[in-house]
């Protein structure tokens, strides 16, 4: 069976703020992907990255940045100098052998003026 | 590339009719494409799983005849809710992957179900 767990449920800061979306995954497979998505209020999902189990590279672009440590089995989610325009809610999803995606519940992130 | 239609993006039918979705691969070929749904504030529950010319696989609790899925061709499939009812109200989104990376789902912009 596959998890994830996303522990925010709804996260608020102000612009410019640095936020972090946890994400933490249970598997047994050796071989899995890691995604993040974007849902704005239009419903649509918005890919932002991939992560393979056997790349612990850290990754940034832009304003994001993403912290993957199969130590912990956690996959985190960096927005630096967050902007209104990034509110939405935020999905981690994981899968594996069964190619079948396990989403989180997701982080709904509010940025204020 | 890897883009993924819906068709409607949003219905609102009445209860005890039937209404289909359509999900098209508009630029590649999708093997495998996946139903699911989400209801508000909550996450995407996968409904079912097809594979181009054979039966759909649901998830367990999801009726099969009530959520008929049929994929025809490489790029559509067909999401039918028979005999809707209320509680079928939901967003409904599919994803498709194809030959090459099948590890990738691409997304549909989703379709807003209202059951009055």
């Known amino acids: 069976a596959q998890k994830v767990t996303q522990a925010q449920t709804e996260i608020s800061v102000v612009e410019k703020e640095d936020v972090t979306l946890d994400c933490v995954y249970e598997?047994?497979?050796?071989?899995?992907?890691l995604f993040w998505y974007k849902q704005p209020p239009s419903g649509e999902l918005v890919f932002l990255i991939r992560?393979?189990?056997?790349?612990?590279q850290n990754e940034i672009s832009g304003r994001y940045s993403w912290n993957f440590q199969k130590s912990t089995s956690s996959f985190n989610f960096t927005i630096t100098a967050s902007q209104v325009v990034d509110s939405a809610v935020y999905f981690c999803a994981l899968t594996t052998s069964n190619y079948k995606l396990t989403f989180g519940k997701g982080t709904l992130l509010t940025v204020n003026p | 590339g890897a883009v993924v239609s819906q068709h409607p993006s949003w219905v609102i039918c009445k209860s005890g009719t039937s209404v289909k979705i359509e999900c098209r691969s508009l630029d590649f070929q999708a093997t495998t494409m996946f139903w699911y749904r989400q209801f508000p504030k909550q996450s995407l529950m996968l409904m079912a799983t097809s594979n181009e010319g054979s039966k759909a696989t649901y998830e367990q609790g999801v009726e099969k005849d009530k959520f008929l899925i049929n994929h025809a061709s490489l790029t559509l499939s067909t999401l039918t809710v028979t005999s809707a009812h209320p509680e079928d109200s939901s967003f409904y989104i599919c994803s498709a992957s194809g030959t090459a990376i099948t590890y990738e789902q691409y997304f549909g912009p989703g379709t807003r179900l209202t059951v009055t």
């Open positions: 992560r393979n189990s056997f790349d612990e």
């Open positions: 598997t047994r497979d050796t071989t899995y992907y």
